[in-house]
C-alpha cells in the first residue's frame, strides 16, 4: 500500500517550458488535492477534485490545470513555467465523509524551480 | 470556511506540555476542528479531529469549548521530534465539495 506518490520528486525547468505532475494514490479515495508551499509559508490550494472527471479551482490556480481522468490520478500541468512558480507542490486524497473532513494524505513532495 | 487564527510560532522544553490554541469565531453548526502536522520536507500528516468537547489519540488532544469558538492543541511531554509547524482547520462537505484550505500555522520549537 504506497498511499500517494508523486512523480517526479525534483525537477527543474526554463521559463516557458511546459510540465506535468502526476499523483497517484491508491486507496480508492474521491478527493485529491494539489497545493504549493512557498519557503516559510503554509500550503495554498491550487486545484482540487471530488471524483473522477471533476475538477475544481482552488484559491491559487493561475497558471496551473488539472485533470481527473481515472479516479487513482490528479495531474497537474504548467503550460508556461514562470519563475513565480517555484516552490514544493503537494498532492493530497482524502475519503468522502457524511460529515465534516475525513483524513487527508499527503504524498512526498515534488521540488520544483524554474530558472 | 471558517477563517482560523493561530499564533505564528511557540518555544518549549523536552518533557513540557504543549497547548496550542487556535480562534475560529464564526464556526458553522456542522463544521469539524482539525490539526495537521508538518515536518521539514515533508507533507502535512493528520493528527486529530474533533467536533466539541475534548477528543484525545495516541498522540494528543483537542480539548473544544462549548461555543466552538476556539480550539487547544495539547501535545503531552514533548519530545525534539515534535518541532514542526501543526496546522488548524475548520470545515466541513460544503455544497457538495470538500475543500481543505491551510492558514499559516504555528511553528513548534522543542529545545533540549
Known amino acids: 500500500n504506497a498511499g500517494v506518490t508523486q512523480t517526479p520528486k525534483f525537477r527543474v525547468l526554463k521559463t516557458g517550458q511546459s510540465m506535468t505532475l502526476l499523483c497517484a494514490q491508491d486507496?480508492?479515495?474521491?478527493?485529491m488535492y494539489w497545493y504549493r508551499q512557498d519557503p516559510g509559508m503554509g500550503l495554498r490550494l491550487i486545484h482540487y477534485s471530488v471524483g473522477e472527471g471533476t475538477t475544481a479551482k482552488g484559491e491559487v490556480p493561475d497558471g496551473y490545470n488539472v485533470s481527473r481522468l481515472k479516479k487513482q490520478n490528479f495531474l497537474l500541468g504548467l503550460e508556461s513555467a514562470a519563475p513565480s512558480q517555484t516552490s514544493v507542490y503537494f498532492c493530497a486524497s482524502s475519503y468522502s465523509s457524511p460529515a465534516g473532513f475525513s483524513e487527508a494524505f499527503f504524498g512526498q513532495g515534488t521540488r520544483l524551480t524554474v530558472v | 470556511l471558517a477563517k482560523t487564527t493561530q499564533p505564528i510560532s511557540m518555544d518549549s522544553y523536552e518533557g513540557q506540555e504543549v497547548n496550542i490554541t487556535c480562534s475560529h469565531n464564526n464556526i458553522a453548526t456542522n463544521d469539524y476542528i482539525t490539526w495537521y502536522q508538518q515536518f521539514p520536507s515533508q507533507g502535512p500528516r493528520f493528527i486529530i479531529q474533533?467536533?466539541?468537547t475534548k477528543v484525545t489519540n495516541e498522540v494528543a488532544s483537542l480539548f473544544i469549548p462549548a461555543d466552538r469558538k476556539s480550539s487547544t492543541l495539547s501535545l503531552p511531554r514533548v519530545s525534539l521530534s515534535d518541532t514542526a509547524v501543526y496546522y488548524c482547520?475548520?470545515?466541513?462537505?460544503?455544497?457538495?465539495?470538500?475543500?481543505?484550505?491551510f492558514g499559516a500555522g504555528t511553528r513548534l520549537a522543542v529545545h533540549p
Open positions: 482547520l475548520v470545515g466541513a462537505v460544503s455544497g457538495g465539495y470538500n475543500k481543505l484550505i
Open positions: 486507496m480508492n479515495h474521491e478527493y
Open positions: 474533533g467536533y466539541k
